[in-house]
T-cell receptor, first 117, second 113 residues
């Protein structure tokens, strides 16, 4: 089946630094990728929709200047958490759809655990 | 706004028992519904996907049903095993398969040997 990878799988950083997370579709092209965030014992919440070659669409309450998304190619989307703070510590997961059919399932990356000290 | 609720939040059963996990959603205008498994600290594994036109899907010991009009889905796990211990998430798509999913908080299942 389709595979989505994320890098890094785990990152610990100091408060005020920026962290970049990569999401790659390994064996298919994805014009759209989605970024979710999951706090402990909570549901996955959509942060933004990443569109190849255009600006990302952010959900209400998600700061676009803090969470920078770049979707420069059909196989790569990046999420940069700028000036990270402890409250940004979370599990970040991306997903991508493998084709144009509306029946296709979404494939999820393994997630990135961010800890901000 | 679509909201997805999963009951129970946690469940502990002895090995071999059959069990049912419940999922409800407020807006019946969904395109499809998926059940996922999430192990601690890990990503998501898709278990079953049910299109809005379908009533159920089966994979091995898993069976998922969908009653779109009442906004409900159930995941039936037969003959549970300790390896089934994980969090099970229900998610619905808003419009089509290429739109983001709305997730429930999950049911944390523990199967005791």
């Amino acid at each position: 089946g389709a595979v989505v990878s994320q890098h890094p799988s785990r990152v610990i950083c100091k408060s005020g630094t920026s962290v970049k997370i990569e999401c790659r579709s390994l064996d298919f092209q994805a014009t759209t990728m989605f970024w979710y965030r999951q706090f402990p014992k909570q549901s996955l919440m959509l942060m933004a929709t990443s569109n190849e070659g255009s600006k990302a669409t952010y959900e209400q309450g998600v700061e676009k200047d803090k969470f920078l998304i770049n979707h420069a190619s059909l196989t790569l989307s990046t999420l940069t958490v700028t000036s990270a703070h402890p409250e940004d510590s979370s599990f970040y997961i991306c997903s991508a759809n493998s084709g144009g059919s509306a029946t296709d399932t979404q494939y999820f990356g393994p997630g990135t655990r961010l800890t901000v000290l | 706004k679509q909201e997805v609720t999963q009951i129970p939040a946690a469940l502990s059963v002895p090995e071999g028992e059959n069990l049912v996990l419940n999922c409800s959603f407020t807006d019946s205008a969904i395109y499809n519904l998926q059940w996922f498994r999430q192990d601690p600290g890990k990503g998501l594994t898709s278990l079953l996907l049910i299109q809005s036109s379908q009533r159920e899907q089966t994979s091995g010991r898993l069976n998922a049903s969908l009653d779109k009009s009442s906004g409900r889905s159930t995941l039936y796990i037969a003959a549970s095993q300790p390896g089934d211990s994980a969090t099970y998430l229900c998610a619905v798509s808003r419009i089509s398969g290429n739109t983001p999913l709305v997730f429930g908080k999950g049911t944390r299942l523990s199967v005791i040997a």
